[in-house]
T-cell receptor, first 113, second 114 residues
């Protein structure tokens, strides 16, 4: 079965610094989703990637899917306290009648002012 | 504003009682989902429904039940058979975007059973 590994598990950065979070799949990714979650709240959809080499941006957050479609990276430029939260990646398992999202465990980000 | 509502945000129950968590959406989405989130375990799918009057078990359906009588509503009942019911429960609905389904989440309900 497909598994997603996120790294790092947690990250503390100074405001204004850039950072990268990775999501690595045990199988070729059919579709990869990035979400953000504030503690105790629901998930906010950021973006979805499907093609190898694809790159999308949402405000100061950029996500890319590598050419081999087994890893996605999420990059935040000039981080702000509002970027703090948990970032989760989810992969579409493309499994016919049992189609669902497989989830990583998340990366917890803290941004110090 | 369109969105997904879950109520209540916090719920407390005694062990042995059934409890029903509400999930309503006005996004006109066909599919709806229930997830459970525990520290260190990520999101786990409990049940999902792709159409009214139909639903399927997810990965951890034991001890839970659902109904889908209306497109807008997908309530989850946590029964006394669920051994570890204390958790954060998230409801989602999805819209098809080409070959893919984008899931949108409600704010969650934190259930504590003592």
């Amino acid at each position: 079965s497909q598994e997603l590994e996120q790294s790092p598990q947690s990250l503390i950065v100074q405001e204004g610094k850039n950072l990268t979070i990775n999501c690595t799949s045990s199988k070729t990714l059919y579709g990869l989703y990035w979400y953000k979650q504030k503690y105790g709240e629901g998930l906010i959809f950021l973006m979805m990637l499907q093609k190898g080499g694809e790159e999308k941006s949402h405000e100061k957050i950029t996500a890319k899917l590598d050419e081999k479609k087994q890893q996605s990276s999420l990059h935040i430029t000039a981080s702000q306290p509002s970027h703090a939260g948990i970032y989760l990646c989810g992969a579409d398992n493309n499994a016919g009648n049992n189609r669902k999202l497989i989830w990583g465990l998340g990366t917890s980000l803290a941004v110090n002012p | 504003d369109g969105g997904i509502t879950q109520s209540p945000k916090y719920l407390f129950r005694k062990e042995g009682q059934n409890v029903t968590l509400s999930c309503e959406q006005n996004l006109n989405h066909d599919a709806m989902y229930w997830y459970r989130q525990d520290p260190g375990q990520g999101l786990r799918l409990i049940y999902y429904s792709q159409i009214v009057n139909d639903f399927q078990k997810g990965d951890i359906a034991e001890g839970y039940s659902v109904s889908r009588e209306k497109k807008e509503s997908f309530p989850l009942t946590v029964t006394s058979a669920q051994k570890n019911p204390t958790a954060f429960y998230l409801c989602a609905s999805s819209i098809r975007q080409g070959d893919f389904y984008e899931q949108y989440f409600g704010p969650g309900t934190r259930l504590t059973v003592t």
